[in-house]
């Protein structure tokens, strides 16, 4: 008699996954979020404070710029853990420059030019020498990480100059790393979305062999997403090492994780070829919130982690029921 | 029905409720806790029997001229650049002692031993170290002993048996009694206050909660915890955890405690980017270094730690009196020049006294 039922209308399971189908990861995530804010907001109307909204926005913004590069990375069929240490190692070049009186723009630019550079070392590894990307990048999380503490024997760096400090500048009142966050994530999603090497990374992290006939140059392109991706790190890095007075020159702990589950999260199917940086930078703000609202719910932090990890479990296996689908 | 539910979910609150209060301050743990006198008498010292371990047949240099090497767990950095201080100080004070201080560059245990074995080998009269690790660093020192050299630590302990006396920094209760004290002073005895810690499981953060709960209910029973939140060792975390409390609790909140080195300096920055400079005071354990921006424009008046000139300082006279057989197993106290008379505690060990506060006025003197 159940079985009519089912017949008639489909289960609770599927029914969420025609919603994800139609609607897209993006959508679930915004909704999570506005969801969290009204039922936190409810319980304790500080929540949605002026200084909290700014707090969790601007706070984590530096995570969503990771993830962006991060999703990019994932789209095209590979993995990056080595992503915070690489934010650490970038972070600490920026501050090591302005505390030693190097011009401004100096120390902004070159954890860029050395995010990039490193990548790209990274990315010819991946795509000539055909390292699996998971091997490259575990192995340069160690050689980050260790190189970083050998170089400043965790000291920190202080006495940074004040007109270094672009995460605490507020154009219009609103802090500078939201303008990065929302800038660079829209420029991101249309990029991939309209240009050429968009829909290439798309190819080639969706059917590799394919792309390959229709003339692609798998090996450039993938050590040009890594290179896209140190970039991203680089920008990532000034505004961590710029939100405090301070650089503690070691690895923020688990900043790697964090960000895959962003990007993840979002939507990038971790088998590659799908995926949006709009939805890696929303679910970077769903964990934020999460965090912040753990607080305020006197939830202790653990949960956190637990949070996240079942949301990269739930997405994960709705990714992995979508393809069987589509098969 | 419904009122059985109604029952069993007052029941269930009310217990929670109870839980709760036995339980103290999230973050703290449940070993039991020994607050100091408010008015900072000294607690009376439990009788433990001597565990330290003596040299074999040393020689009698009583007011003889000696030769001492410090092995501090690296060199290099401010922290035992100033205990290394304090060392020569004492040393010169003393007259007719020719102290050095000489370790590894990095805070290696392997390096450690290897300069401890060199030193022992070239012959000096006396060691004084603090251990990279307390049981790697116990064979070399037992060398040291059976060679008839006095052995005392500083800082960092090894097993007891490895070395004669060591310098205890700070206690649990008198850091306890310090932070509460000082937040009391500059919040008020009726502030609300929340706490910035490592994790909820981290042995010494938990031991200082737990020790600051028994002491602020004793001594200034009006103030109020709120609560504990974790912020890892994590600079950025920190800060947006304690940012986050300050939104939370908007003016309610008047204080907040840092309990790592990390902790404090991030969370007198989220003080001070939230515009919260004196209505909301920082206390925490800190280095001088990482507050002093915080501290020279007034948004952090109070930085516990101890000084670590005074603990070289004191490590080094410890040592003389060893060696001059005027601080013996048994011994209840011991002179320690300008710090005059140290108590001895847990069997072997010398306390440094009540911890240092690092304040506006003498904070420009540390460099670590």
Not at chain 1, 22 to 27: C, I, K, P, V
Not at chain 1, 104 to 115: D, F, M, R, Y
Not at chain 2, 2 to 31: H, P, R
């Amino acid at each position: 008699m159940s079985f009519d039922v089912m017949q008639s209308r489909p289960s609770f399971p599927r029914r969420l996954l025609g919603f994800v189908e139609a609607n897209g990861q993006e959508a679930i995530i915004l909704a999570a979020i506005i969801l969290l804010f009204v039922v936190v907001g409810v319980v304790n109307p500080r929540f949605l404070g002026n200084s909290n909204l700014t707090s969790i926005f601007s706070g984590n913004a530096y995570i969503a710029v990771a993830a962006i590069g991060m999703a990019l990375v994932i789209i095209s069929g590979n993995i990056d853990v080595s992503v915070g240490s690489l934010i650490g190692v970038l972070a600490t070049i920026a501050g090591t420059l302005a505390v030693n009186g190097y011009p401004i723009i100096v120390c902004w630019l070159a954890p860029l030019a050395v995010g990039v550079a490193i990548n790209a070392f990274v990315g010819f590894l991946v795509a000539y020498v055909r390292i699996p990307s998971i091997v490259v990048t575990l192995g340069m999380l160690s050689v980050l990480k260790g190189g970083l503490i050998s170089a400043t024997a965790g000291a920190w760096i202080n006495n940074l100059p004040p007109e270094f400090m672009l995460a605490q500048f507020r154009p219009f009142g609103v802090p500078a790393p939201i303008y990065f966050m929302v800038t660079l994530t829209l420029l991101a999603a249309l990029w991939m979305r309209y240009s050429g090497f968009g829909r290439t990374i798309y190819a080639i992290g969706g059917n590799p062999d394919a792309a390959r006939v229709t003339g692609i140059r798998i090996e450039r392109s993938i050590v040009c997403v890594f290179m896209i991706h140190g970039f991203f790190a680089g920008i990532a890095a000034v505004l961590f090492a710029t939100q405090l007075q301070v650089i503690q020159s070691t690895v923020p702990p688990n900043l790697e994780l964090t960000v895959i589950t962003a990007a993840v999260v979002g939507g990038v199917s971790i088998l590659g070829g799908t995926g949006t940086v709009i939805g890696s930078t929303l679910a970077a703000i769903l964990f934020a919130a999460i965090g912040s609202a753990l607080i305020f719910t006197n939830v202790s932090a653990y949960w956190l982690r637990a949070v996240q990890g079942l949301f990269i479990l739930a997405t994960v296996l709705a990714d992995m029921a979508r393809r069987r689908r589509l098969r | 029905m419904y009122k059985t539910m109604i029952l069993a979910l007052g029941l269930a609150v009310g217990s929670g409720g109870v839980a709760m209060a036995q339980s103290a301050w999230t973050g703290g743990d449940d070993l039991p806790t020994s607050p100091l006198a408010c008015d900072g008498a000294a607690g009376a010292a439990a009788a433990m029997p001597y565990d330290g371990g003596q040299p074999t047949a040393a020689p009698d240099l009583k007011g003889q001229k000696i030769t001492v090497v410090d092995v501090p767990k690296l060199i290099g950095i401010g922290y035992f650049n100033a205990t290394s201080k304090g060392i020569a100080d004492a040393a010169t004070e003393l007259g007719s002692v020719d102290a050095k201080t000489d370790g590894p560059t990095k805070a290696n245990i392997d390096e450690q031993i290897t300069f401890l074995d060199n030193y022992i080998t070239s012959g000096v009269n006396g060691i004084l170290f603090a251990a990279n690790d307390p049981v790697a660093i116990a064979p070399v020192l037992k060398k040291a002993l059976s060679k008839g050299i006095h052995v005392v630590g500083y800082d960092a302990n090894s097993t007891p048996d490895a070395r004669e006396w060591f310098v205890n920094q700070a206690q649990f209760n008198g850091i306890a009694k310090s932070m509460i004290d000082n937040m009391a002073k500059e919040a008020g005895e009726e502030a609300a206050f929340a706490i910035v810690t490592s994790t909820f499981t981290t042995p010494n953060q938990a031991r200082w909660i737990a020790e600051m709960a028994a002491y602020q209910a004793q001594c200034h029973p009006k103030m109020k915890w709120l609560e504990t939140v974790e912020a890892q060792e994590d600079n950025v975390l920190s800060f947006n955890q304690a940012t986050t409390l300050i939104n939370k609790y908007g003016d309610e909140l008047k204080g907040i405690f840092g309990m790592t080195s990390v902790a404090t300096p991030a969370s007198a920055e989220a003080v001070s980017q939230g515009g919260k400079c004196g209505s909301i005071a920082v206390v925490g354990l800190a280095t001088p270094n990482a507050m002093k921006p915080y501290v020279e424009k007034d948004c952090v008046k109070s930085v516990v730690l101890w000084n670590p000139v005074d603990l070289g300082y004191a490590a080094m006279y410890v040592l003389r009196a060893a060696i001059d057989g005027d601080l013996k197993p048994g011994a209840t106290s011991v002179k320690a020049g300008k710090l005059g008379e140290l108590q001895v505690i847990n069997g072997s060990e010398v306390l440094l006294g009540q911890p240092y506060t690092f304040t506006k006025e003498n904070i420009g003197n540390f460099d670590f």
